[in-house]
């Protein structure tokens, strides 16, 4: 499945918090197996995250249609410190 990236995650510089190594095993992770990622709750329902190389960083996608073809959305990368990542996904959705 493709994986799009929200324009806020690519503004935001979230995309530089990690290596381009962990961001492209993320991507192709979730691309081929979308369920793999833990399913979040409350107003994240319908997402999931997924760890990012082992450290303190999370990934937060979710699976959806855009121009009729299902894609998975990357909605916020970021420090689980604090849920960080997760307040910053719940803004966005």
């Known amino acids: 499945m493709k994986v799009v990236v ?7 510089g ?3 918090l990690v290596s381009r190594a962990k961001l492209k095993d993320a991507f ?4 081929d197996r979308p369920e793999l990622g833990k399913p979040l709750k ?5 997402c999931r995250r997924i760890h ?3 450290g303190d960083h999370r990934l937060v996608y979710r699976e959806t249609t855009m121009g009729g073809e299902d894609v998975v959305e990357v ?7 604090d849920d960080q990542v997760y307040l910053t996904a719940a803004k966005r959705i």
């Open 52 to 54: 990012l190389g082992g």
């Open 75 to 81: 909605i916020a990368i970021g420090l689980r410190k």
């Open 14 to 16: 979230e995309l530089r």
């Open 42 to 46: 409350r107003e994240l329902a319908g």
């Open 28 to 31: 192709g992770r979730i691309g």
């Open 6 to 12: 929200l324009e806020e995650v690519a503004l935001s």
